[in-house]
């Protein structure tokens, strides 16, 4: 444990702290499960003491000396991440490979998956993985989903002991799971409350702390009070996603009010929602004046729009050269990750088809041909139409390049088969060409062809529906 210094004291990690009154929990309209967990840990574990956002940090002195935030690593976090392209949360997608390849493509601020920190704090291995760290990874934030000011403080001193750089609040996930927990986009029901969560959070741990938000819940009428009610309570940073919880994915990204939001606050305000390329993340932060863009789906389609960001330039890989540069190299780092053995494998399994169902909506999108269509529409939602005017038939491109672009399962599967049985790029790029130009091809196309999404088509909310932010 890293300490300022002094006798290690910290009733949150001691198992003889004295039990005291209930603790903070904000959006208290949680859920029977939520309940049932408490009442199984009721016996076993004391409590620790209950603290309010505003005195939080003041009696946290009190009673144990480890590190707390300072002034000076706020104002440095602050001006580390200003300017930059971040790659978003993502379940499933920001596993530590898939962080590791944005960053070989130039990612500097990345955020890991969401843990639950309560999974957390009771020392879940697989929640534990989250807060990993590559080295390659320049500024690296965990996310965390709690409602409890002690319990994220905990999960943000393991995040502080996992060396990342500052920790994330999630309050933008949609999904069941997540906010029958009073997690999450239930946090944004009541402002006040999620404001004593966060100035507890601020002030009584070790790293800076973000906060991600959507605009409100069922319209966007709070988001300039939450906005407002965050930064008071001491955020570093606030992320906004520009949609509402009840949008999910179906509607653009509203940058105008990200706009609105940034023109009242005074720390960073990171921009996220729909950038799909470098030139949308720059019109985006120009128009709106945010001081960060956040990517998302843009980054597991197309891994490389932070190297297309950084140098202010359309990147547009050809079918071989994204199996060298992306389906190769992830295959490599998630090898290294997970292992080459069974187990590696079945990890390798879970994962690899999973990014080419992303890899796979890929279009290439010359910026003098797209950046005015980019204004009116995001090219997230247009670009496989588009894409298909100005490519004309599919039968047209290369079979390589087909083979890439489609989206039957059971071709991801067997592609990403071929990927860990391969053993240089150039193995791996010959033994694909030959399954593209085999009658395989026409198989897998043809096992689609009846689904309105397989060449065409807007993301569906289908693409979206185990999405957590
Ligand atoms: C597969 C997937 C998983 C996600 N998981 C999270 C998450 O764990 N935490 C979070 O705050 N947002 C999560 N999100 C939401 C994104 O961080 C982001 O806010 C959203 O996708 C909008 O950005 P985009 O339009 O660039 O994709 C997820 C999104 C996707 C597509």
Request: charged share 30%.
């Amino acid at each position: 444990m890293k300490a300022n210094g002094g006798a290690s004291s910290s009733f949150f990690f001691s198992s003889n702290a004295k039990p005291e009154a209930t603790t903070t929990t904000v959006g208290e309209d949680n859920e029977e499960e939520e309940h049932r967990e408490n009442e199984e840990t009721k016996e076993t574990k004391p409590k620790p003491p209950h603290f309010d956002g505003r005195n939080f940090r003041k009696k946290r002195e009190e009673v144990d000396d480890y590190k707390l935030v300072t002034e000076e690593e706020k104002t440095r976090l602050r001006e580390k991440v200003i300017n930059h392209l971040w790659l978003a949360p993502l379940t499933k997608g920001g596993n530590l490979p898939f962080r590791r390849l944005c960053a070989t493509f130039e990612a500097k601020v990345l955020v890991s998956e969401m843990s639950y920190a309560r999974f957390l704090n009771r020392g879940n291995p697989v929640e534990k993985t989250h807060l990993r760290r590559h080295d390659s990874e320049e500024i690296f934030g965990a996310q965390i989903a709690t409602n409890i000011i002690e319990e994220g403080v905990r999960s943000a001193r393991m995040a502080y002991e996992f060396n990342a750089d500052f920790v994330d609040l999630n309050c933008g996930c949609p999904t069941h799971e997540v906010t029958k927990r009073g997690l999450g986009a239930r946090l944004l029901r009541k402002p006040a409350k999620l404001a004593k969560l966060v100035e507890g959070l601020a002030n009584g741990s070790p790293l800076p702390l973000s906060v991600k938000i959507r605009l409100g819940v069922e319209d966007d009428k709070p988001a300039l009070k939450l906005a407002e009610e965050i930064e008071n309570a001491g955020a570093s940073v606030l992320i906004v996603h520009g949609r509402t919880k009840e949008q999910r994915y179906t509607k653009s990204a509203n940058w105008n009010l990200i706009g609105e939001i940034k023109s009242r606050s005074k720390i960073p305000i990171i921009g996220n929602g729909d950038i799909l390329t470098w030139y949308e993340a720059r019109d985006k932060m120009a128009l709106s004046g945010v001081d960060g863009a956040m990517t998302g789906r843009g980054a597991l389609i197309k891994p490389w729009i932070f190297k297309e960001f950084y140098t202010n330039t359309s990147i547009e890989f050809t079918a071989k050269e994204r199996i060298e540069l992306v389906y190769f190299k992830l295959t490599t780092f998630m090898k290294e990750y997970f292992g080459a053995d069974a187990i590696g494998k079945k990890r390798f399994d879970l994962f690899m088809p999973w990014h080419i169902g992303f890899f796979c909506r890929y279009r290439p999108l010359d910026e003098a041909v797209y950046r005015e269509k980019a204004k009116l529409n995001p090219l997230l939602q247009t670009r496989l139409d588009i894409a298909l005017e100005n490519e004309g038939r599919i039968e047209d491109l290369e079979p390589l390049e087909r083979l890439l672009r489609c989206v039957s399962e059971e071709a991801h599967a067997d592609i990403a088969e071929i990927l860990f049985q391969s053993e240089t790029s150039e193995d791996a790029i010959e033994k694909l060409t030959r399954v593209a130009e085999s009658s395989k091809l026409a198989e897998y196309e043809l096992s689609v062809s009846s689904s309105s999404s397989s060449s065409s088509g807007r993301e569906s909310s289908g693409d979206v529906d185990d999405m957590r932010g």
